[in-house]
């Protein structure tokens, strides 16, 4: 299990120096954005997020190259300027990437169609994954520490939806790019055809973070959700 958010805290400066010396000529050199450099440097609450992922566990020396392989993604992705205008109408209007309700335990639902987010080619395929790099960020950034629930509706998918890349992309995201984000994920109706690529990406877990991902059938949304929440999903219930 990740540590607590108090177990966390007394780390911060310790985190924050070893930081700016490890990756001092990443800071001059601006392979990070200075505005993600400036939150570790002033924010003791994303810094205690990658303190609490279940990479580090507290551990300051397995926190700094999660912060690294982080801040170079935000940078290379310009995570900081996406805004609504980012994306195109088209995307928008699938409806397959979207926060809705709120579960059971009160985390906010991160809603994603896999069957709408079928791959294309490789700049579509990018611009879906930014998409929902957005998504998490808009959370993220908000309240770091909140977690969040992923709800995944695989009903109807086929091996032509099954976009390994942007599956791997969203473990990566909980994984690293959005530390502490994830509560756990919900994979709705996982069709038999898609097993096999299931489990090739499931060997990316570890026992742990495999932990976090449920596997749930038609009738089981309301052990997470009550009817008030269930209602935006009816073919779930």
Do not use: C, H
């Given at each position: 299990m990740s540590i607590t958010i108090e177990a966390a805290a007394p780390k911060v400066p310790e985190l924050r120096k070893a930081f700016t010396y490890k990756y001092s000529n990443n800071i001059k050199t601006g392979v990070y954005d200075p505005r993600d450099v400036n939150r570790i440097e002033t924010d003791d609450a994303y810094c205690r997020c990658f303190l609490r992922t279940l990479t580090s566990k507290g551990d300051v020396e397995k926190a700094l190259p999660v912060m690294d392989e982080c801040l170079k993604f935000r940078k290379e992705w310009e995570i900081n300027d996406l805004n609504e205008n980012s994306f195109p109408a088209e995307i928008w209007e699938r409806n397959a990437v979207y926060y809705k309700g709120h579960t059971k335990d009160g985390n906010k639902i991160l809603y994603i169609n896999l069957k709408e987010n079928d791959k294309k080619d490789d700049e579509a395929r990018k611009m879906i994954q930014k998409f929902i790099a957005y998504h998490f960020n808009l959370h993220h950034r908000e309240t770091p520490e909140k977690m969040a629930v992923v709800l995944i509706d695989m009903e109807g998918a086929s091996t032509g939806n099954m976009d390994m890349n942007s599956v791997k992309f969203i473990i990566t995201c909980f994984k690293i790019y959005f530390p502490a984000y994830l509560d756990y994920m919900?994979?709705?109706?996982?069709?038999?055809?898609?097993?096999?690529?299931?489990?090739?990406?499931?060997?990316?877990?570890?026992?742990?973070?495999?932990?976090?991902?449920?596997?749930?059938?038609?009738?089981?949304?309301?052990?997470?959700l009550d009817d008030d929440n269930l209602k935006h999903w009816p073919h779930m219930q």
């Open positions: 919900l994979q709705y109706d996982m069709p038999f055809i898609l097993t096999a690529a299931w489990k090739v990406i499931s060997a990316l877990l570890n026992k742990e973070q495999a932990a976090k991902i449920r596997m749930i059938k038609k009738g089981e949304m309301k052990n997470y």
